[in-house]
């Protein structure tokens, strides 16, 4: 259950010689009203390919969205010999994935993720999905798509702080792998973002996350690994939403990235030093959320409702140091809490 990764910026060239090799008796693209806009343009090959339009944001990934791309899957006449580009980020991935996965069974897809969070975390490992009352990504499958090409050309569409909220996830890749690609990616200057190069690092990210998927495709072990950084980052997402200050998810992973490796010092001997540089780096480009003892029992509750919890008991991906994942840890409201005033103290809030 692995697909097929293409590193290029030459993506019109790569879908050419997937869409000429494939044999497909119907070709579909899926995008939302931005990748219509700015990135369809762009690609000639697929001008005279059927398109079906989904709204852009998370509060679209759902089951009216999926019942519409079904049915008009159904009304262009798709069979099981035609293919579905995802042309988009993580909601086209994630979304039009399921799409493709449950179509009479099954038929193929390709992704083309167009925002660093998509192609490096998303559109890769073969995780779909929707939401689900009120439940990030609580109904879906595991299904490859069978090509992924991932580029970095059509970042120049994204706001800065699109691309600040990819990269947390390679930060997070980057502390499941190693210490000198942690340090590495610390080295980021986001205001002089060289695409080719980026493309480069993100490469060697997104084989981090391969690794992992191809040993554990299912998350029965090792792929919840993956997972560091985001029990709190949901919560904190959870707070935000609740708030109705919505952040984006990749910020929220790189505040809760902070608490989870506090928590990795204090309970598995993390370096304090790297905690430091890490706590540093997050604050100076992704600010901090606020928070006072007052929110800590609500964000308690909802790590509680964590799909990855355990038994009401919040469970976290813990390092002992940098390319040291320990999965599985409970932890306690009194860790939680110290870790959230340690947080507090570092972020200078
Ligand atoms: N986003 C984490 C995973 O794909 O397992």
Same mark, same amino acid.
């Not at 700015?38 to 005279?48: D, E, G, S």
């Not at 998370?58 to 759902?62: A, R």
């Not at 998303?122 to 490992?125: E, I, K, N, S």
């Not at 029965?220 to 029990?231: A, E, I, S, Y």
């Given at each position: 259950m692995i697909s097929n990764l293409i590193y290029s910026n030459d993506v019109d060239a790569t879908l050419n010689a997937i869409v000429g090799g494939g044999n497909y008796n119907l070709v579909v693209v899926l995008v939302d009203e931005n990748t219509r806009q700015?990135?369809?343009?762009? @690609? *000639?090959?697929?001008?005279?390919t059927q398109i079906i339009e989904i709204q852009s944001g998370?509060?679209?990934?759902?089951l009216t969205t999926l019942k519409s791309v079904w049915q008009q899957l159904e009304n262009l006449g798709a069979t099981r010999q035609s293919l579905l580009v995802n042309l988009g980020g993580g909601v086209v991935t994630d979304l039009g994935g399921m799409a493709a996965a449950t179509f009479k069974r099954g038929i193929h897809f390709v992704n083309v993720p167009t925002t660093l969070l998509a192609a490096v975390d998303?559109?890769?490992?073969g995780k779909t999905g929707i939401n689900f009352m009120g439940l990030k990504n609580e109904i879906g499958v595991f299904a490859c798509a069978e090509d992924v090409i991932v580029s970095?050309?059509?970042?120049?569409? @994204? *706001?800065?702080e699109e691309l600040k909220s990819g990269f947390a996830e390679m930060l997070k890749h980057g502390m499941l792998s190693t210490h000198e690609e942690f340090l590495q990616l610390l080295e980021t200057d986001f205001d002089n973002i060289d695409f080719e190069n980026l493309l480069k690092i993100l490469q060697s990210s997104i084989q981090v996350k391969q690794r992992i998927v191809e040993e554990d495709p299912t998350e029965?072990?090792?792929?919840?690994?993956?997972?560091?950084?985001?029990?709190v980052g949901h919560a904190f997402e959870m707070k935000a939403l609740d708030d109705s200050k919505p952040v984006s998810h990749g910020y929220a992973v790189a505040w809760g990235l902070v608490i989870e490796t506090v928590l990795s010092h204090m309970i598995k001997g993390f370096p304090s030093a790297d905690l430091y540089s890490l706590a540093n780096f997050v604050r100076t480009n992704y600010g901090s959320f606020k928070i006072t003892c007052d929110d800590y029992d609500y964000l308690i509750g909802i790590m509680r409702h964590d799909k990855k919890s355990y038994n009401g008991e919040i469970n976290c991906t813990l390092l002992k140091a940098c390319g040291e994942p320990l999965i599985d840890n409970t932890i306690s409201d009194d860790d939680i809490k110290a870790a959230l005033d340690i947080y507090r103290d570092l972020m200078g809030i």
């Open positions: 700015l990135v369809l343009p762009r @690609l *000639p090959i697929l001008n005279n998370d509060e679209n990934k759902n998303a559109a890769v490992g970095t050309c059509f970042f120049d569409t @994204l *706001p800065p029965k072990g090792l792929r919840k690994t993956l997972n560091l950084g985001h029990t």
